[in-house]
């Protein structure tokens, strides 16, 4: 099938960026949406126009490094990431728009690729549990709830990637961060930093630039791992407790 | 290590003694001195972890600020050792190229990790892993290494729960195990399909708190392009800040690798689009011996290729064998059919027809080398690529029928999920269809018992180092290898070689750091000045042709004499004939690219030299010459039991090859028999 491609090009973090239009014969159903990227990347070395800079890795929706705006919605339709988008979910003569993910926390590079690092800093912030290499108790000293792991579990897939502050009109990272304070703070070995983790992870936040979360609700629905969007009752819930606790 | 005469081949086949196999390799390789020490400790297999760490010498902790370690690499290895080592107080720069350390490639582990805790009283023990592994490893790893990585696997275990790993449990709280590719013991932890996720959020978190802390700095989107050695010890490396393309240079008293596997010389592997062999390759052009560098792995469940534009492959975890059979049509007619108009009678399940006793669950390279056979053979399913089917099924019907929809939803939703999505078929009501791909490397930087490398200074850990997985490596290995060398043994090892220090301090006016950062800045320049015609990417592609073909599945003489003529007509031409658009100062991909297909171009000839001059099967290494009547791999012990560790000679030399021979002191060779 043959797209047209409206892609977001910018040199640099310093210089203005603009649409750029593009059109991509031969795209086959089978190829993942970033394939078909490469294909046109291709064509454009061959023409001797500087390829289009984008974000991958692992191309298996897990580690969190892909992730457009296309046609406007984070990931693009399906609930997926970006790598494991096919070109199944369109079709022939389909207009396609690419753009980086749009958040004052996540200032451009270069064309499609952002700077995340404001994620790493939260996590600096508060994001772990304290307990040095070889300091471990017995691992089946502390039993856990089968089902505080599983719901442990599911909030601990998030991946990092951005979207839900990407897809939040208000740039909010309330999303992320409520899924890290969640996955922590529903096992035993997360209470004894629970207070000092939310206080800490919220001031890095918003100190990053991110916006405060109004119950929109885009980011859930953005979220290719399904993060629920009770993760920020969670997280609104764990501050007020540890602002009473008098953090 | 008992002394061994050294019995290197001779140049000319001519003069190998009588029995000695044919010298395949003979013209392509300088024989060099044997390795004989390995620094492992004597005495009792069990008493020699001890033995060492109670050896390696402390370092006071007022000294530790003062000790500067740069770590290259984020994943389980290089993120557990950047925590550990920020933990006791050194001074700590990581590096990765990603974006951030948590998105290292040990992020797309799906199945599990082995640990000898024995919590399903099912007989395991601390023993019975080291056992199963250097078997599995088809007698062609050093047993102190491995007998040190079963016993501080339980140790891994424990952190990682502190930590809050968030792994499978049972209803009374107790964490779940399960059985993994090839053992009959149930000593794997997951989480979900996503247990090495969840293993490096673990490691990347306390590592985050560590650069919260002051002893960790971390450089993300930073490659390491160059190793510094200063009197020949490891002092340094030269790195490219992949934003600004500014070319730096970090000095300090150790450096550790922990850079990844190298499966991407393939083009096509399941590694991520930019794991690489820059790090390791760079350090052995300045001295590192790359051990085994052709014993891949190459996995059995992975979605089969659909097209020319594939970019890479994904791995359908190998815990999907515990309930999922394998099968293809008994007659080449059926192969277009629908799967599910095909009755019993005509299926054959060939692994439970062949390998009766562990039927589905064979290990790696058996599955995956019984696959081929049957595409071979014409019996292949799914679309035809190149003329020819490559795929088999893997049937979960029995398994829903036994289990519930529910039962198998629980166990592989996302992996059923991550396949409906690439795939656009329903693995509930269509059998998968998968086809062996790279998946993993055995070989990599030679590193002794304390996992320094044969630069003092240099220790590499993780999937980088030719490791504790022989020729072949069993499924949930790799997670705790590389959890054990970064949490729980470097830390011990450095310390020994940190005691010394901190060393004489050096600037960047030495001549080594000059003549590093120079080579480093003509090479980018040689990229950007080439001009050529072709993209980095069809070389690479072209590359990971010749090697599949040729040094994937079965290897012969012939084939791997081609395979390095075609290499280096490729290479070449690369040096060449390259295009590399854009400038050197900014963000460009393709100059990363062309930076690591280069050094894939030289790493393919040695893995080819290699898999040459190891003229036996063992474990992934299949040797077409090297067979039984039945078609079975057949190792040579008596010639071949013996670690491949080469030295890098200078640009058209022959490498030289220096042998360590494998004793086992703990434990019988045998042939492996998995029937
Ligand atoms: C799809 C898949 C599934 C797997 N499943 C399992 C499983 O279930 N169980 C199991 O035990 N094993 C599994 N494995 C194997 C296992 O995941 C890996 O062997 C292991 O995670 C490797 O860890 P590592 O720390 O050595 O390297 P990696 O995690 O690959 O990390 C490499 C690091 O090095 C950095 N790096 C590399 N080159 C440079 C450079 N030049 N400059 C700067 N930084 C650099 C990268 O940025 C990264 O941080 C699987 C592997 C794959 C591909
Ligand atoms: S919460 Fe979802 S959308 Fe946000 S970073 Fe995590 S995985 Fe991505
Ligand atoms: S590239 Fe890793 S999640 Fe998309």
């Known amino acids: 099938m043959k797209v047209t491609l409206k892609i977001w090009r910018q040199p640099d973090a310093q210089t203005k960026g603009a649409m750029h239009t593009y059109d991509l014969d031969g795209v086959s159903s089978d190829m993942s949406f970033l394939e078909m990227l490469d294909v046109l990347n291709e064509d454009l070395i061959a023409k001797g126009e500087d390829p289009v800079a984008f974000d991958s890795d692992c191309r298996e929706g897990i580690c969190g490094m892909c992730g457009l705006m296309i046609n406007g919605q984070a990931h693009g339709p399906e609930v997926t990431t970006t790598c494991q988008l096919h070109m199944r979910s369109f079709k022939d003569g389909d207009e396609i728009v690419i753009e980086p993910w749009r958040a004052d926390a996540f200032p451009v590079i270069k064309d499609l690729v952002v700077d995340r690092g404001a994620f790493d800093r939260m996590i600096q912030a508060g994001g772990f549990i304290s307990v040095n290499t070889g300091s471990a108790p017995e691992a089946h000293s502390v039993p856990v709830p089968r089902d505080d792991?599983?719901?442990?579990?599911?909030?601990?897939?998030?991946?990092?990637?951005?979207?839900?502050?990407?897809?939040?009109?208000?740039?909010s990272a309330s999303l992320f961060m409520g899924a890290k304070i969640t996955h922590l703070g529903e096992l035993p070995q997360g209470q004894p930093e629970r207070d000092s983790r939310v206080v800490g992870m919220v001031s890095q936040h918003d100190a990053e630039g991110f916006g405060g979360c109004t119950n929109i609700g885009e980011c859930t629905a953005a979220c290719p791992k399904e993060i629920p969007l009770d993760v920020i009752s969670q997280l609104n819930r764990d501050l007020q407790t540890a602002l009473r606790h008098g953090h | 290590m008992t002394d061994m005469p050294d019995t290197t081949l001779t140049g000319d086949p001519s003069h190998d003694a009588p029995g000695e196999p044919a010298d395949d390799a003979a013209g392509y390789y300088t024989p060099g001195d044997p390795i004989r020490d390995t620094k492992a400790p004597e005495g009792p297999i069990a008493d020699r972890w001890q033995t060492r760490k109670f050896e390696a010498r402390l370092v006071n902790p007022s000294n530790r600020r003062k000790l500067d370690v740069i770590i290259v690499g984020t994943g389980l290895a290089g993120g557990a050792a950047a925590a550990t080592l920020g933990e006791a107080g050194y001074n700590v720069k990581s590096f990765c190229y990603q974006d951030s350390p948590r998105r290292a490639h040990s992020i797309a582990a799906q199945g599990g990790i082995n640990a000898a805790k024995n919590y399903k009283e099912d007989g395991d023990s601390v023993h019975r892993l080291f056992y199963d592994t250097v078997k599995g490893g088809d007698y062609r790893s050093r047993e102190s290494n491995v007998y040190r990585l079963a016993e501080v696997s339980t140790n891994i275990i424990d952190q990682c729960v502190a930590q809050g790993v968030p792994f499978a449990r049972e209803y009374g709280g107790l964490l779940d195990n399960r059985s993994f590719g090839g053992v009959q013991v149930s000593r794997t932890f997951y989480a979900r399909g996503q247990t090495g996720q969840q293993l490096l959020i673990g490691a990347y978190q306390a590592m985050e708190r560590q650069v919260a802390a002051g002893t960790v700095e971390q450089f993300t989107r930073h490659e390491m392009l160059e190793l510094i050695v200063v009197d020949g010890k490891a002092r340094g490396i030269v790195a490219r800040d992949m934003v600004t393309g500014e070319i730096q240079t970090h000095l300090a008293d150790v450096v550790v690798l922990a850079s990844g596997g190298y499966g991407n010389v393939f083009f096509l592997s399941t590694n991520a689009m930019g794991s690489n062999v820059t790090a390791s390759w760079r350090a052995h052009r300045k001295g590192a011996y790359m051990a085994n560098p052709c014993y891949t792995q190459i996995h059995p469940t992975c979605i089969p290729v659909t097209g020319s534009h594939?970019?890479?492959?994904?791995?359908?975890?190998?815990?999907?064998?515990?309930?999922?059979?394998?099968?293809?049509?008994?007659?080449?007619?059926?192969?277009?059919?629908?799967?599910?108009?095909?009755?019993?009678?005509?299926?054959?399940?060939?692994?439970?027809?062949?390998?009766?006793?562990?039927?589905?669950?064979?290990?790696?390279?058996?599955?995956?080398?019984?696959?081929?056979?049957?595409?071979?053979?014409?019996?292949?399913?799914?679309?035809?690529?190149?003329?020819?089917?490559?795929?088999?099924?893997?049937?979960?019907?029995a398994a829903i029928e036994r289990l519930g929809r529910d039962g198998i939803e629980e166990k592989y939703d996302n992996l059923f999920d991550m396949y409906a999505r690439i795939t656009g078929e329903n693995p509930y009501e269509v059998p998968m269809r998968i086809y062996p791909a790279v998946h993993y490397v055995m070989g990599g930087l030679w590193v002794d018992y304390d996992l320094q490398s044969s630069i003092p200074g240099l220790f590499v850990t993780g999937e980088a180092n030719f490791s504790d997985h022989g020729a072949n490596r069993l499924g949930a290995s790799a997670l705790m290898q590389g959890l054990a060398d970064g949490y729980f043994v470097l830390p011990h090892t450095i310390r020994d070689y940190l005691a010394d220090g901190p060393f004489e301090k050096i600037d960047e006016s030495h001549p080594a750091v000059v003549e590093a950062r120079a080579a480093v800045e003509d090479r980018v320049a040689h990229f950007l000045n080439t001009k050529g015609t072709r993209s980095v990417d069809s070389y690479h592609r072209e590359l990971g042709n010749i090697m599949w073909e040729y040094c994937g599945m079965e290897r012969t003489e012939d084939g791997l004499k081609k395979a390095i003529d075609l290499i280096r007509t490729l290479k070449d031409d690369f040096w060449r004939n390259v295009k590399v658009l854009g400038t050197a100062d900014s963000l460009n991909q393709s100059l990363e690219k062309a930076g690591r297909v280069a050094d894939f171009l030289e790493l393919g000839e040695l893995m080819c030299i290699d898999a040459l001059n190891r003229r036996e099967s063992c474990g992934g290494h299949f040797r077409g010459e090297s067979q039984t009547d039945d078609g079975e791999a057949l190792r040579h012990d008596d010639h071949f039991a013996y670690v491949a560790a080469w030295e890098f000679a200078g640009d058209g030399e022959p490498p030289v090859l220096h042998k360590e021979d494998l004793v086992y002191t703990a434990i019988e060779m045998k042939q492996r028999s998995y029937k």
């Open chain 1, 149 to 171: 792991a599983i719901r442990a579990f599911n909030v601990a897939t998030c991946i990092g990637c951005g979207a839900c502050v990407a897809a939040c009109p208000n740039g």
């Open chain 2, 310 to 397: 594939q970019s890479k492959l994904t791995l359908m975890s190998e815990s999907l064998r515990n309930d999922g059979r394998i099968w293809v049509p008994k007659k080449q007619a059926d192969c277009e059919k629908d799967p599910r108009d095909i009755p019993e009678e005509d299926r054959d399940y060939y692994l439970e027809r062949i390998y009766p006793s562990f039927g589905n669950l064979v290990p790696r390279d058996i599955a995956s080398r019984a696959a081929k056979n049957v595409c071979d053979e014409g019996r292949g399913v799914g679309p035809a690529v190149e003329g020819v089917r490559r795929g088999v099924y893997l049937d979960f019907s």
